[in-house]
């Protein structure tokens, strides 16, 4: 066991750096995109299935634990 003796590895110039970083930083910003909750509204209901909206009032509320997504 041990280890292979290759060479360095090649260094990056600006551009190779700016695609990888570029890359990193989308993928990141489609992950948040994916899995964020803008409104806090995916959370803490007594229903175990989530909220269920309802327009009442002018305001979109939860009809199970009375949660306002919307005024």
């Keep these: ?3 292979y003796r290759t060479g360095q ?4 110039d ?4 700016t695609v990888v ?5 989308e993928d990141e910003l489609a992950f ?3 899995t964020a909750d803008p409104f806090q509204v995916d959370h803490d209901c007594i229903n175990r299935t989530g909220h269920d909206f309802i ?3 002018g305001e979109v509320v939860c009809i199970h634990c009375a949660r ?4």
Excluded: H
């Excluded at 590895?9 to 990056?12: D, E, G, N, R, S």
């Excluded at 970083?21 to 930083?25: R, S």
């Excluded at 306002?68 to 005024?71: D, E, K, P, S, V």
């Design 68 to 71: 306002i997504a919307w005024r």
């Design 9 to 12: 590895p090649q260094a990056l």
């Design 14 to 17: 600006r551009a190779a750096v």
């Design 21 to 25: 970083v570029t890359d990193l930083v």
């Design 1 to 3: 066991m041990g280890f």
């Design 32 to 34: 948040q995109s994916r």
């Design 55 to 57: 327009g009442s009032c």
